[in-house]
């Protein structure tokens, strides 16, 4: 089975750019989270999608925001980029997002904002 | 709001010697989960605990869920290079994880 893709891997941008990160989840996975990774922060969840709906959401700024297909695909956006959006952005999927299930992450998209 | 704490944020420990990373949340967790980062790579999910005091081992690696279920840790027995890594608890309530801040481990041989 072929594990989370995500893609681009990395990614330079300027201030006030928007940018769509995808993520291709495992084959028969529903849930896709999102996840933003800073040195400072550390892993911080921006949400988390099944069956095309939004289920739960971090604390982020309406500028980040996302939405996923029907074929479980998921994309994610960041619009008017700050210098802060500099992170490593991961997915992770798994059957049904119960927490309970194992979550598989994907590689992640480096994104530097300059 | 929910918070999970993990300590220590590094260790540096000689190849051969135990290492112990802790995670509290500040609420009562379903359930816990593991993974372990390698440099430059992504979360790898090791283990799941759910039970209240639950203990598993994988190997060298014993993983334990505290009693009030708000507290856990992962020991490692007489490390290996191989295990160079950020360690990351993830507590979950309901269908949302709250990751820790990781623990970084480096090995000296």
């Known amino acids: 089975k072929a594990g989370v893709t995500q893609t681009p891997r990395y990614l330079i941008k300027t201030r006030g750019q928007q940018v769509t990160l995808s993520c291709s989840p495992i084959s028969g996975h529903r849930s896709v989270s999102w996840y933003q990774q800073t040195p400072g922060q550390g892993l911080q969840f921006l949400f988390e999608?099944?069956?095309?709906?939004?289920?739960n959401k971090g604390n982020f700024p309406g500028r980040f925001s996302g939405r996923q297909f029907s074929n479980s695909r998921s994309e994610m956006n960041v619009s008017t980029l700050e210098l802060g959006d500099s992170a490593l952005y991961l997915c992770?999927?798994?059957?049904?997002?119960?927490?309970?299930?194992?979550?598989?992450f994907g590689p992640g998209t480096r994104l530097l904002v300059l | 709001g929910q918070q999970v704490m993990q300590i220590p944020q590094y260790q540096h420990v000689q190849e051969g010697e135990d290492f112990t990373t802790y995670c509290n949340s500040s609420t009562t967790l379903s359930n816990i989960q593991w993974y372990k980062q390698r440099p430059g790579g992504h979360p790898v999910f090791l283990i799941q605990l759910v039970k209240s005091g639950e203990v598993k081992k994988q190997k060298r690696l014993t993983f334990q869920f505290g009693e009030a279920k708000k507290n856990s840790s992962l020991h490692i027995t007489a490390t290996q290079t191989t295990d160079v890594g950020t360690y990351f608890c993830a507590g979950n309530t309901g269908n949302q994880f709250y990751f820790g801040t990781g623990t970084s481990l480096t090995v000296i041989p």
């Open positions: 999608y099944f069956s095309e709906t939004q289920r």
């Open positions: 992770a999927s798994s059957w049904a997002g119960t927490g309970q299930e194992t979550q598989y």
